[in-house]
């Protein structure tokens, strides 16, 4: 079992988060994810729309405390997964990652019309549960 911190909520279950970690992954192909808190921070600050997926073993809990409070300022929804390990795995990059951004569509270029709504497909499913789950804590 992973040590959690006390702010991980709303946490994702086991389905979730594997529907979560899989919409990350293809966002990561489509190069619509932004990595890191640095990046993530950036992009809601620039008006960039998307789901805030953030790791739940974070330590230290500064590094990411004020993301969620963005989150909510802009109303990006946002999920914390258990491990920042699987995140990274899902990112395509070899490093723990602490949150990623999922946009909407790419910063840069077009996708094709068939990628692109598989991707919006699959966000705006993610992005209901999501909502879903946060209703029923609130």
Known sequence: MLALSPIAKPLAGKKLCK????LVRGAAEHKCLKRGVKEVVKSIRRGHKGLCVIAGNISPLDVITHVPILCEEADIPYIYVP???DLANAGATKRPTCCVLVLTKPP?????QEEQEKLKADFSQVAYDVSELTSSLF
């Open 83 to 85: 491990s920042k390990e």
């Open 108 to 112: 840069k270029g077009e996708l094709d």
């Open 19 to 22: 529907r979560t970690l899989k």
